[in-house]
């Protein structure tokens, strides 16, 4: 049973910085997509950053230059290092992931996290 839990969310001011954490359980699968998602209110759940098995990173154009995706594969934990925060990144970020490419594809993710709040005000 695959189980995704974030964690790291907050409140900051803008121009802060936030780390948030995406622990995996049970994900066996050799080839996997992992990505961080937000969504905020009254909008469309919209992808922020993906990592595959290889390690291969994509970004959100809104985001390119200030967060971070990485992984700790010890760990097996996905990370999104958030940096120069602004009140347009406020929304409910979550973790999910899928076995398979096409990384950037929102409907293929079907594990998903519980979400962790970031506010920035």
């Known amino acids: 049973h695959v189980q995704l839990v974030e964690s790291g969310g907050g409140s900051v001011q803008a121009g802060g910085s936030l780390r948030l954490s995406c622990a995996a359980s049970?994900?066996?699968?050799?080839?996997?997509?992992m990505g961080w998602f937000r969504q905020a209110p009254g909008k469309e759940r919209e992808r922020v950053a993906t990592?595959?098995?290889?390690?291969?990173?994509s970004m959100a154009d809104s985001v390119k230059g200030r967060f971070t995706i990485s992984r700790d594969s010890a760990k097996s934990t996905v990370y999104l290092e958030m940096y120069g925060l602004e009140p347009g990144d406020t929304a409910m970020y979550y973790c999910?992931?899928?076995?398979?490419?096409?990384?950037?594809?929102?409907?293929?993710?079907?594990?998903w996290g519980q979400g962790t709040q970031v506010t920035v005000s």
């Open positions: 999910a992931a899928h076995s398979g490419a096409l990384c950037s594809d929102q409907t293929r993710y079907n594990t």
């Open positions: 049970g994900y066996t699968y050799s080839s996997y997509c």
């Open positions: 990592i595959n098995s290889d390690g291969r990173v």
